[in-house]
């Protein structure tokens, strides 16, 4: 019976940003860099998603109705509108399919 040959699992190099990454990972196959027959388990509940800034203009008077909707909730205005944002694109993107 033959041995199983021990697989060399190539180092992973560091990225500037994740557009580095992503090229880098569109060339080169995930299995040359891990070990596919011994897993590990990894907790990502604390991963927060890559966030980009927005210049974003509205009437003065929605955005003060929203800062009133937020402060009765006890939540800071901008983490409303991405609640809202959320809640409607999901609304609108189970509507379509």
Known sequence: MKKASK????????FKNEDA?????????A???FDMDNPI??????????TESISLRLPSFLLGRIKEIANSK???YQSL??????????EELGATR
């Open 7 to 14: 697989k060399l699992i190539k180092q992973i190099p560091k």
């Open 21 to 29: 990454e992503r090229k880098f990972w569109d060339i080169h196959d």
């Open 31 to 33: 299995i040359d860099y």
């Open 41 to 50: 388990e990894l907790d990502l509940s604390e991963l927060k998603p890559t």
């Open 74 to 76: 006890d939540v800071p």
């Open 81 to 90: 509108m991405k609640v809202f944002l959320s809640e409607k694109v999901n």
